[in-house]
């Protein structure tokens, strides 16, 4: 019996070791944990933040300047069509945030989220617009909106940008090419998106500056609510 007992704990202790053994070699298999996926989150910008959004362009303007009038002209409503941007200041502060939209022709749309409303004064018709941020499909709540393609699925690792430690997403579009961004490791926040037609770039910085919504934005927004209410009624 005790010759039995003895060989049971001896048996026991070896298939333990080799369990422990096997786990030792599987984890030495498995990729770095920094390797692995991240759970794709993005920012958001801290409260009383400011960011800036430059375009920096591939390619030339593809409607230049022309010295030919007709030509000219023609270019000229292509690019009033096709406008580029130059870049994008934000500022964002409790549940108020402001962008401005800077075009390569000197023409600018500002846009204003206030609470879940979100005012738009297009560029050069000075046309004012206001609707919910769920009403466009788009979560404008959101500070990088346009990046909602970023997922796990679309992750390559890890690599340095700038200096900077960053997780790497890449999309591929057969009809429109490539779309790498750069995501701050430290921070969760885009420090690159580089696409087929320009590299966009961002940086940040404190605001020690509350937003003040000007009046006309926050008649705008009265006004849209009371034509809901006129609808319901």
């Known amino acids: ?18 369990f422990f053994s096997i786990l030792v070699l599987q984890a030495q298999d498995q990729p770095p944990a920094a390797d692995k996926p991240p759970v794709p989150r993005l920012g958001p ?9 430059q375009y920096q362009y591939k390619q030339a303007d593809p409607f230049p300047k022309s010295t030919n009038p007709v030509n000219e002209a023609i270019n000229e409503k292509m690019r009033k069509a096709n406008p580029r941007l130059d870049t994008v200041q934000a500022v964002k502060s409790s549940d108020n945030r ?14 204003w989220l206030v609470g879940d409303f979100v005012v738009h004064n297009m560029r050069e018709s000075h046309l004012i617009t206001v609707v919910k941020s769920k009403d ?8 990088f909106d346009d ?36 995501i701050s490791v ?27 919504v000007p009046p006309d934005v926050i008649q705008q927004i009265k006004t849209y609510k009371e034509s809901l209410v006129r609808k319901v009624y």
């Open 45 to 53: 910008v801290p409260d009383m933040s400011s960011w800036t959004v």
């Open 98 to 111: 402001k962008k401005i939209l800077h075009y390569a022709d000197g023409s600018e749309t500002v846009q």
């Open 147 to 182: 990046l909602d393609w970023i997922d796990k699925a679309e992750y390559k690792g890890r690599q340095d940008y700038q200096g900077a430690s960053c997780y790497v997403y890449k999309f591929s579009d057969p009809s429109g090419g490539d779309e790498t961004a750069y």
């Open 1 to 18: 019996m005790t010759t039995s007992f003895s060989f049971l704990k001896r048996f026991a202790a070896f298939s333990a070791a080799v």
């Open 136 to 143: 466009r499909g788009i979560n404008f709540t959101e500070d």
């Open 186 to 212: 430290k921070t969760n926040l885009p420090q690159a998106i580089d696409t087929p037609q320009a590299v966009i770039t961002y940086s940040y910085t404190s605001s020690s500056v509350p937003i003040d």
